[in-house]
């Protein structure tokens, strides 16, 4: 069944009947929701992934709760290695999760705005920001 059929016995099922210019007209108002999709996406599905990882998303929580913190700091509070941890926080960084320094043989994480705001959506959404 092709998607035009289907969206033909769709309507059919709404209003009772459908002729070609109801399906027109109804992928013309399909058609503006496209306007709500961003064309840049791209960065939103990354940090979206890069959440989706239960070390990756142990490691923004605590870098959005820290003002910052070394690898060293993180590896005792999450449950994998030393490199998990590095690996993880790779990602976050190419994902803009996170903001990375070196101080001498030291690296410092930070957590970014994007990923603050993504906890805080989160928290929200589950009611935390009470």
Known sequence: MSESTRLRNL??????????????????????LVTHVPSDYDADLA??????NDTRYQ???LLTA???????????????????VS???SDLTDAGLVTRRKE????????????ERLVSALDA??????
Do not use: F, N
Not at 73 to 80: A, F, Q, S, Y
């Open 59 to 61: 490691v923004v929580r």
């Open 87 to 89: 690996h993880a926080l």
């Open 11 to 32: 309507i059919e099922d709404e209003v009772g009947s459908c002729c070609d210019a109801d399906v027109e007209a109804r992928l013309d108002r399909l058609s503006e």
């Open 66 to 84: 820290a003002d910052e913190l070394c690898v060293c700091e993180i590896t005792p509070l999450v449950d994998v290695s030393e490199s998990a």
């Open 104 to 115: 001498g043989t030291w690296r410092y994480y930070q957590s970014t705005a994007l990923a």
């Open 47 to 52: 940090a979206m992934k890069a959440l989706g």
């Open 125 to 130: 959404e589950r009611g935390d920001d009470e």
